[in-house]
């Protein structure tokens, strides 16, 4: 693999903390699985996260604006 491909490999891969490990893609093609793996790990946690924080804010803004009481004002 030329040089700047093979540093952005390892660049992306401490990005997304999966470190250097004692197992690397040595071809090409295994590298852009792997790569494509590593996004969709991303991509898996971004969709979570999403999915939770409207509700979260949602009881937040409420309590903010006595909407509801918490469970210690009852």
Same mark, same amino acid.
């Given at each position: 693999?030329?040089?700047?491909?093979?540093?952005?490999?390892?660049? %992306?891969?401490?990005?997304?903390?999966? #470190?250097? @490990?004692?197992?690397?893609?040595?071809?090409?093609? @295994?590298?852009?699985?792997? %790569?494509?793996?590593?996004?969709? @790990?991303?991509?898996?946690? #971004?969709?979570?996260?999403?999915? %939770?924080?409207?509700? !979260? !804010?949602?009881?937040?803004?409420?309590?903010?604006? @006595?909407?509801?009481?918490?469970?210690?004002?009852?």
């Amino acid at each position: 693999m030329v040089r700047p491909l093979r540093a952005l490999w390892w660049t %992306f891969a401490t990005i997304t903390t999966l #470190g250097y @490990g004692d197992y690397t893609p040595v071809t090409p093609t @295994g590298s852009i699985i792997a %790569f494509a793996v590593m996004l969709a @790990g991303i991509a898996l946690i #971004g969709v979570v996260t999403a999915a %939770f924080a409207p509700g !979260s !804010s949602t009881r937040s803004a409420q309590r903010v604006r @006595g909407a509801t009481k918490s469970p210690v004002n009852r």
